[in-house]
């Protein structure tokens, strides 16, 4: 049944370069411009969606973005096709009904330590990084249902937080080291080195 006056949501699956997550893209912005990352379940409190997502099983991670949800399944659940359709109505029935995806309130009282955004505070190098990071990394791994975010620069090293598809993702490290320590590195000539830091 259509709910009379709410849009009709759509929600399609994308596989990720990691087996152990899959994308979830909706026809609505879910937090415009923004991702937000919950590891695990008492991460969750800023996110009402996040929350009930947790209470399925077989989730283990939730990582929000503009227009997109990557969910990081447990090692218990097999297949991912054996629990995409009930994820897909789930998410058309939250976003139909027009519920809360992100509390801002929420998010901005919690303490965030990572962000691409630069500030005055940041040096030369730092900022850089930061825009190097928000113009060519960021695209690039949000399709793959990830996000990248600046942690540190300290004596030549970048360190990095992977978010998303990227966290634990057998190719992310790869793409760490060949593609974004080699764009830095080339660009940016004070970084030696970019590490991934665990949350």
Known sequence: MIKTGSPVISIYTEMTPNPETMKFVANKLLYPGKSIDFPDEPSAAPSPLAQELFTFPFIKSVFIASNFITLTKTNETDDWQDVIPTIKQFLKDYLEDGKVVVNEDAVAAMKTESSNV??????????????????????????????IQFKSYN?????????GSCSGCPSSMITLKSGIEGMMKRMIPEVKEVVAEAE
């Open 118 to 147: 630069v500030s005055e505070d940041d040096d030369d190098v730092v900022k850089r990084i930061k825009e190097l990071l928000e113009n060519y990394v960021k695209p690039a791994v949000e399709m793959d249902g990830g996000a």
């Open 155 to 163: 004596e030549g090293t970048v360190n990095l937080m992977l978010q």
